[in-house]
């Protein structure tokens, strides 16, 4: 009697934990799954706003689900651009689709999904030379969270019962529909407060270590994955002649082409970048924006960057006011001139340093080219 | 597969429960058992599908050399010969790469290396199997059943971290009738231990983990007081993840019925290096006094002797726990510890000291040589009581809770940045790192969670508390984390 009265109670508190385990991990599945912070299921509900300030989990759920005319692509460098400044001017409802050093692949990926959904009227298309070096790979998805992006139900687990989700995203979301200082366009920043400044650029760019011994390549070098990128935009391109596709070149900090440089990459970019222009200039829907992409007052001037390569507010807000700006395009007539002062600037240019023979100190100001 | 992991708690665990249980229920005793022997594969071969043929080959090999044994008298030769197969076996695949830096270091010699990867828990599974094949050389174990055998080595809770079971306690639970039902009191037990040990492993260890990866990752940026957070930091996340993984193991085996022996018992409140062995991975201690300290003459034969075997006993227990100097170093400095107390002057001087500064003293001693456990070599570890001991303040303790930014501050920390900006942001993130050593403080100085499952009766209130636990170290998966210990 005892011991079934025992047996009771312990079934009693078995049931209890299992209730608890219940009510608690499908409280927290139900309000990911409403909430979405990643837009995986659904656009936003409940008037929330959507929040785009983690670009590895956003991309893919937000162009399936979000409503939007007009796509931004493109790398890092072009994160920090505010679509609200782009849909002002050019009077379109723009959300973007980014990437960490994103390839030429994923951006194709991502513009396959938006067109099986979307009607797109424009693509904002940052073309990232290193982009179109990318291979061609069976996951169209590469460094993308795995389960944010294929289409196992199962490992949904892994998004609904997330902490980060639960305790960082969905507050995010929330604090930012209720207090209403919503920054969407301000997706991302490299560094948390958008510190700029030659001590940030010469962080990440050390030109002592970064003139190691590198292999030799020639103009042609991985010609053959850029060809198979630039085909499969191009065919975009062929496939939607209602939508207008808006290339534009971000403007990378001058360290960067030194790096490139000193990697024996600069020759082989430079070639890209003309075949680049060479077989997308001539469609009737593509126009093709320069933006501060051999502008030497931008790009030499360190105190306007972040790293290496990544432009502070400055920049990325001038790159959102030229892209679309007849002012800043280039045609088949004048895009190997423009190629062609960049290349005068990289040699005129030269970054002053003083080394001490291990490291080295940034010494401005900066030598503007003749 | 780890116990912190989605597939474990969701897919794993619930099927094999539903299949023991299921095949109990219907009196399918063997097939209850070959479905936890696959279930056990299963698990290990989810790490890697390579590891499942050497621990195959472990087990067979040893259990052809029982069989041998129970067909030939040659019991002494047989034994010394699984013996050294099991040495063997552990010394390729977790030493042969050290040994071969040492001799080519030593000589100035140029073997390869084979960098082989360690298999996990090959520590464990080969300890237990020396422990059977020692009884079996002297005529304690019987020659048991190929199901029975394997399942006793590779039964997964205990499997690649321990705890060391010995054949005698595992065994004879397989044929016990009264096991093979299904019981409310064992699952509740077993409920109470594995959600205790997941939360001590995923909300303390991990936490206070990369406080301790981040002070000995940077050693160089450390003053004073940042290293002796550093080193207290991963004082208390080796106990938490440890012991988290034990309560964890014996929680999975209450819920099959099935009980392993525990591991831990409060260490931290220990009063002597001694007392520590006896709480500290307790299964380990036996398997060495057991099959080591005691064949050695124990410490019957004077007092020299003694301090021979306990050193000995030291040394292995150090080189147990990896191919690196650093343990070596460890297990003797716990070795030179235990003898010194082993001492007749000591013990006069230890009772003078008084209780409280006894205490004070083994758990600066413990914190001390963690320092070395943790290092990559003894130059770092070298480095870091250089650090430790500059007495310097350079303010670098804030730049520690940094590594903590996880979710379970933030939504504190979005208030806190709210109303008042950076610094009460890095004030609260400070606060946040000290609640968490107090925290665990507090926890290593109660009872253990084994003693308090066993004393306390579970209430309502209780076990929602677990729902709730559970449920955070579920959301804590997403960026789960390996144990310590599968690596030894």
Redesign the interface.
């Known amino acids: 009697m005892v011991s079934c009265m025992?047996?009771t109670n312990?079934?009693?508190?078995?049931r209890?934990?299992?209730?608890?385990?219940v009510?608690?991990?499908g409280g927290?599945a139900l309000l990911v799954v409403l909430i979405d912070p990643f837009f995986h299921y659904h656009k936003p509900w409940f008037g929330l706003k959507p929040l785009q300030t983690s670009h590895q989990y956003q991309g893919y759920g937000a162009v399936k689900h979000l409503e939007y005319d007009s796509l931004l692509l493109g790398s890092s460098v072009v994160m920090s651009i505010n679509t609200d400044t782009l849909d002002d001017r050019l009077g379109s409802d723009t959300i973007k689709a980014v990437g960490n050093s994103a390839s030429a692949p994923l951006l194709a990926a991502y513009l396959d999904t938006a067109f099986e959904e979307h009607e797109l009227e424009q693509v904002y298309y940052g073309l990232d030379v290193f982009s179109l070096y990318s291979e061609q790979e069976e996951n169209p998805f590469p460094g993308e969270v795995e389960y944010m992006v294929n289409k196992n139900p199962f490992d949904d687990?892994?998004y609904f019962?997330?902490?980060?989700?639960?305790?960082?995203k969905i507050?995010d979301m929330l604090?930012v529909s209720r207090f209403d200082n919503f920054t969407a366009g301000l997706a991302y920043q490299i560094n948390d407060k958008n510190e700029c400044g030659p001590e940030y650029v010469l962080q990440s760019y050390n030109p002592l270590k970064d003139t190691g011994e590198h292999e030799e390549h020639d103009s042609l070098y991985g010609c053959d994955e850029v060809e198979a990128n630039l085909a499969q935009i191009e065919a975009f391109v062929q496939e939607h002649p209602d939508t207008r596709f808006e290339f534009f070149l971000p403007p990378y900090c001058i360290t960067w082409w030194y790096r490139a440089d000193n990697q024996n990459l600069l020759e082989s970019y430079l070639y890209t970048l003309e075949r680049a222009m060479e077989r997308l200039l001539p469609y009737e829907n593509v126009r093709f924006y320069i933006t501060d992409f051999n502008n030497p007052e931008i790009i030499t001037n360190l105190y306007l960057y972040q790293d290496v390569a990544h432009g502070g507010t400055t920049v990325t807000e001038r790159m959102a006011m030229e892209i679309g700006n007849p002012e800043y395009e280039i045609t088949l007539e004048t895009y190997q001139k423009e190629l062609e002062n960049l290349q005068k600037l990289l040699e005129a240019f030269e970054l002053r340093t003083e080394t001490d023979g291990i490291d080295f100190v940034y010494d401005g100001p900066i030598n503007y080219p003749e | 597969m780890l116990f912190n992991s989605y597939i474990f708690i969701f897919l794993f665990l619930p099927l094999a429960l539903l299949l023991w249980h299921g095949a109990n229920h219907f009196g399918k005793y063997k097939l209850a058992q070959v479905f936890l022997i696959g279930m056990s594969l299963w698990f290990y071969g989810y790490f890697h599908p390579a590891y499942l043929l050497i621990i195959l080959a472990s087990v067979f090999g040893n259990y052809l050399i029982s069989a041998l044994m129970e067909r030939f008298s040659a019991h002494k030769i047989l034994g010394v010969c699984g013996i050294v197969f099991n040495l063997g076996l552990l010394f390729y695949f977790k030493y042969y790469d050290f040994f071969v830096e040492n001799v080519n270091q030593a000589f100035h010699l140029n073997w390869a290396v084979k960098n082989i990867a360690l298999p996990l828990g090959i520590s464990f599974f080969t300890f237990q199997q020396i422990a059977f094949m020692a009884d079996r050389m002297q005529g304690k174990a019987e020659h048991y059943e190929l199901a029975d055998y394997m399942l006793f080595v590779t039964y997964f809770p205990q499997l690649v971290a321990g705890p060391i079971v010995s054949h005698r306690d595992l065994i004879p639970q397989f044929h016990e009738k009264e096991r093979r039902h299904f019981d409310y009191g064992n699952t509740l037990t077993g409920i109470r231990l594995f959600v205790i040990g997941l939360g001590k492993k995923l909300l303390v260890a991990d936490e206070l983990g990369k406080v301790a990866d981040l002070g000995f990752g940077a050693i160089d940026s450390l003053d004073s007081v940042s290293a002796l957070l550093t080193m207290i930091a991963y004082t208390f996340q080796i106990f938490f993840d440890f012991s988290g993984y034990s309560d964890m193991a014996l929680g999975l085996g209450y819920l099959m019925n099935l009980e392993l022996p525990r591991n831990f018992q409060s260490p931290y409140k220990s009063h002597s290096v001694k007392e520590f062995w006896r709480r500290w991975h307790m299964t380990l201690n036996a398997f060495f006094t057991q099959y080591v300290y005691i064949p050695l003459g124990g410490g019957r034969a004077g007092k020299a002797k003694k301090i021979r075997n306990t050193m000995i006993v030291f040394l292995l227990s150090g080189i147990w726990h990896g191919a690196n100097w650093t343990f070596v170093l460890w297990g003797v400095v716990h070795g030179i510890a235990v003898s010194l107390e082993n001492l007749t002057a000591y013990e006069k001087i230890h009772t003078k000291i008084g209780t409280k500064l006894d205490w004070l003293f083994t758990f600066l001693f413990l914190n001390l040589a963690w320092v070395l456990f943790r290092s990559d070599s003894i130059a770092e570890a070298g480095q870091f009581y250089q650090k430790l001991f500059s007495f310097t303040n350079t303010g670098h303790i804030w730049m520690l809770p940094y590594s903590m930014d996880s979710f379970k501050n933030y939504p504190l920390y979005l208030v806190a940045d709210h109303f008042g900006g950076y610094a009460a942001a890095r004030i609260l993130y400070l606060a946040w790192m000290l609640v968490m050593f107090v925290l665990a403080a507090f926890l290593c100085t109660r009872k253990s969670s084994y003693d308090w499952v066993k004393e306390k009766k579970a209430t309502a209130l209780e076990m929602w508390g677990l729902a709730l636990v559970l449920s955070l170290c579920v959301i804590s998966f997403s960026g789960m984390s390996t144990f310590l210990y599968f690596n030894f």
């Open positions: 025992k047996e312990e079934k009693k508190l078995v209890h934990f299992l209730a608890g385990a009510v608690f991990l927290m687990v892994s019962w997330n902490g980060d989700v639960i305790f960082e507050p604090s």
